[in-house]
């Protein structure tokens, strides 16, 4: 073999290595002088030893430094080693200052410093940095900025940095300039730099105590009308945490940017977040309800990180959860608090299921706190974040929310100012709430979910619940722990409906009991309700029981998962085939229109509430109830119980549009309500009755005042085989004409669509004008949403693996960070059927051969193969 042609053995970082900073920077100085082709920086660093080591190491990443300073002198004692910058430095403190200069347009993997229609911006996090200047690019290094930029006017008429502005000039030729000041150590990632010419949505907020902070929203001119929804969910977080968790902002000044080419959804640096626009931009005519929920969660989000991860953060990317978990939980408390409760829970969980869930049942599998890693990039994870989430939630079930904030309130004051470990939180919340976490530790390191069983026994008036547990094994993890499971529960008294109270119970062993006594006849067990822990449940209720709980659980998240659970039982005995003779099929399915029909007519209901138990179980949570899925039975079995129920209940749905179409539109919850009833009933009714669900989304499409059901029409029509689905495309298209958020809509309904040719029709969008592989949200709106399709993707000749690799292969190049998270939807070939299996290996053993692959693309698809 031909030793060129051999790849490099990846370098795998691990958590147990870590070792402290060699060298401390307290304070750094960047100079920028800014060209879209070429910027200089010169970035100048107060070093102190930190170690007895005599060489400092400074990260890089495709720079190169046109000169290097030691105290104030020309040096050369400094070298290369890979991409890192050496110096060495005899005394304990000293004063580094090294030029380099980057090309942001060429920058097109968005990391560092890069153009974006005109305007220059950062991403830092995690590694972005060292694509700026030389630097211990690691979280752990804390130093106080000061930036100067400077650059031409008329490009570049605004300049921003972090913390405070102290200062602007004027020069000659055109050009001027600013300083900028963040008073707040900070490490290098949270390091952010905009320059263009945008204008500012401006407000104000006033500090619990009585500080006064300028708030800007910086967009395109033009965009300013659509900038008010986040102003204010911006101003409702402030106050939110204030209130729940008594943090208070710490700067006089905070200010958002929205750029339109972003990998993420938002980056939370000190001072300047800067937003991708489709979280912030929004107006009734082009976002959608869903939209705006996006927009308030992710501004919470991003703000809440200015404690939990800016005051406080990370010791090192290990501790990833430590900021994203906490601060994924502090949001969806926030939603919950500012719109339905048990909505957003639902939200939620199905997140989690849908995404998490297959995670961690797959080849890359990893704990909320990983033990390695090849790139810290393919680690931003829903484990990380949703499961983490979860794990800190479970905390807080266990102690309730005053304890827990006592918690909260020790780890701050404890590690204000530090960078901090996933060990440091669970020791604040043991000593402030008072509880003993050692068993419980087991959720950072332990990977997998938990798979509990629930069984009710009945004897002399004494319900007697049995419990078992066993977490599976999951790569690199053989064996595992019993893990401390928290179970909300209620056992309903069968004749009078009702339950005597809620408990906790805590499992902790692989197998335990607890008896009720005073229960004449067995009860109806109501378990895991609120999803108090994220583990996946066999509670072996009967579907008579789950009709039970479907129609009355008082707790509206078990009411939900008891419909879900009566649909998921019967469609997975469907799909297993054979098992269902004709009478229990129809039982199965009348079960389920009686269940259904109970939450269209019952009046107690809100409509936000029943248009969310109108929506069947997902098609990826389907396929984790198997070994292994077959995604074409799946897909028929479900669209099959949709077109039977559309035909049981097609009065009452047709009803349930005419009704909610009679609602004008608004943004309150009844008015949204209406809309998510709306489209939910079209779903359905296009299963069971084509023609007439054309037709009321066609006039529905041509009704609407708002994008929430001109998309939800549309998503419909894509599905179905009618002239009103181009027709209504083409529509779309003109009205929203140069908006580029709804034109990514328009890729993704036809990417997502169930129409027979979805496949071609992808195949031909991506040759559109339109398209464009260095815009990540467009990559994403056509090609995740094809993946995310089952009928696209798992075509059985294997076309939609290949075309996906062929992307995979494509963008790779161009921006490793987006193209190695399309390589999961491949990775799980281990739970799917035979044939399929056999065609998405090939298509990773494609990906892998590739020469000259990104360390990011490689780790998930040779990890994939396993
Ligand atoms: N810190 C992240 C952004 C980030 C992620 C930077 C990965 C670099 C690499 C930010 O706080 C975040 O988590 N953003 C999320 C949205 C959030 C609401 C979960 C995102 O961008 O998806
Ligand atoms: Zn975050």
């Not at 170690?51 to 990443?61: E, I």
């Not at 200069?101 to 229609?117: E, F, H, V």
């Not at 902070?213 to 986040?230: F, K, M, P």
């Not at 009046?603 to 098609?619: F, N, Q, S, T, Y």
């Amino acid at each position: 073999m031909d030793i060129s042609s051999t790849p490099p053995a990846p370098k795998v970082i691990h958590r147990a290595d870590y070792q402290p900073p060699e060298w401390l920077v307290p304070e750094v100085t960047l100079a920028f002088n800014l060209g879209i082709e070429q910027t200089r920086v010169v970035a100048t660093l107060k070093v102190r030893r930190n170690s007895s080591s005599q060489v400092l190491r400074l990260n890089g990443d495709g720079i190169a430094a046109e000169k290097v300073l030691v105290d104030g002198q020309p040096s050369n004692a400094w070298r290369m080693d890979g991409a890192d910058l050496l110096v060495d430095l005899p005394g304990d403190a000293h004063e580094i200052a090294v030029a380099t200069a980057i090309n942001p347009k060429a920058n097109t993997q968005l990391m560092g410093l890069y153009a974006s229609n005109g305007m220059l911006c950062t991403q830092c996090e995690a590694e972005g940095f060292r694509r700026i200047t030389f630097f211990p690019d690691r979280p752990d290094v804390l130093s106080v900025y000061t930036v100067h930029i400077e650059g031409p006017k008329a490009l570049f008429p605004v300049l921003l940095s972090n913390g405070n502005c102290t200062g602007t000039s004027e020069g000659a030729d055109g050009m001027h300039s600013a300083t900028w000041r963040d008073p707040w150590p900070k490490p290098s990632y949270l390091f952010a730099l905009v320059a263009g010419d945008l204008v500012a949505n401006h407000d104000t907020f006033t500090t619990m105590s009585g500080r006064k902070v300028d708030l800007n929203i910086w967009v395109r001119e033009g965009d300013q009308d659509r900038t008010h929804h986040a102003m204010q969910a911006l101003k409702d977080s402030m106050k939110w945490d204030e209130e729940v968790f008594g943090r208070e902002y710490d700067l006089n000044l905070f200010n958002i940017v929205a750029v339109s080419d972003f990998n993420m959804g938002a980056m939370e640096n000190k001072g300047l977040n800067v937003f991708n626009t489709r979280y912030i931009l929004a107006d009734p005519d082009t976002a959608t309800d869903a939209d705006y929920d996006g927009i308030a969660g992710v501004v919470a989000h991003e703000y809440f990180h200015n404690w939990s991860g800016n005051r406080v953060t990370c010791r090192d990317w290990f501790q990833l959860s430590l900021k994203e978990g906490f601060t994924v939980l502090r949001d969806q408390l926030f939603s919950q608090d500012m719109g339905s409760q048990s909505v957003k829970r639902i939200e939620d969980v199905r997140v989690l299921r849908g995404s998490q869930f297959p995670e961690d049942s797959g080849p890359l599998a990893h704990p909320i706190r990983p033990d390695s890693y090849q790139e810290i990039s393919n680690f931003y994870t829903a484990t990380v974040y949703n499961k983490g989430a979860e794990v800190i939630r479970m905390m807080r079930t266990m102690v309730g929310p005053e304890r827990f904030r006592t918690g909260c309130d020790l780890y701050f004051n404890r590690h204000d100012g530090e960078a901090a470990t996933c060990e440091d939180f669970v020791k604040a919340i043991e000593a402030g709430a008072g509880i003993d976490l050692a068993q419980f530790r087991l959720w950072y390191s332990q990977a997998g979910t938990p798979r509990v069983t629930a069984r009710i026994a009945h004897e002399d008036n004494v319900a007697t619940l049995t419990l078992t547990q066993e977490v599976p094994a999951t790569p690199g993890q053989p064996s595992k722990q019993p893990m401390v499971i928290p179970l909300r529960l209620a056992l309903f008294d069968r004749a009078s409906g009702k339950h005597s109270g809620e408990q906790l119970v805590v499992l902790d062993r692989a197998e335990m009991q607890f008896a009720f006594p005073g229960f004449a006849q067995a009860p109806v067990l109501s378990i895991n309700r609120g999803f108090s822990a994220p583990v996946a449940l066999d509670a072996g209720q009967s579907a008579s029981d789950l009709v039970f709980l479907a129609a009355r659980d008082d707790d509206p998240f078990a009411r939900y998962e008891a419909l879900q659970q009566l649909v998921v039982q019967h469609l997975v005995a469907e799909v297993a085939g054979g098992m269902l003779c004709e009478g229990d099929r129809e039982a199965g399915r009348d079960a389920i229109r009686g269940a259904l029909a109970a939450v269209i007519a019952d009046p107690a209901l809100d409509d936000l509430m029943r248009g969310e138990l109108l929506i069947l179980p997902g098609e990826a949570y389907l396929s984790e109830q198997f070994e292994k899925a077959d995604p074409a039975a799946i897909r028929a079995a479900r669209e099959g119980l949709k077109a039977w129920l559309g035909t049981a209940l097609t009065d009452q749905l047709v009803a349930l549009h005419e009704r909610a179409s009679a609602v004008p539109y608004s943004l309150s919850a009844l008015a949204r309500g209406s809309r998510k009833l709306k489209t939910q009933a079209l779903v359905l009714l296009a299963a069971a009755v084509p023609e007439l669900a054309a037709r009321l989304a066609a006039s529905q499409f041509d009704a609407a005042d708002n994008m929430t059901d001109r998309q939800g029409a549309l998503g419909v029509l894509c599905g179905l085989d009618t002239p009103l689905r181009a027709e209504k495309l083409g529509a779309f298209h003109t009205r929203h004409a140069g908006e580029a958020l709804v034109i990514d809509k328009w890729f993704g309904l036809q990417a997502g669509s169930f129409h027979p040719k979805a496949f071609e029709q992808v195949k031909a969008l991506a040759g559109h004008a339109e398209f464009a592989l260095t815009n990540p949200n467009r990559v994403r709106a056509l090609f995740m949403s094809a993946a995310m399709n089952a009928g696209v993707f798992h075509r059985a000749d294997g076309a939609g693996y290949g075309m996906i690799a062929d992307l995979i292969l494509a963008l790779d190049p161009l921006n490793a960070q987006t193209a190695a998270r399309f390589v999961a939807p491949l990775g799980r070939w281990r739970r799917i059927e035979p044939g399929r299996a056999a065609l998405m290996r090939a298509e990773l053993e494609r990906i892998v051969a590739q020469p000259g692959l990104s360390k990011d693309t490689f780790e998930q698809a040779s990890k994939s193969l396993g």
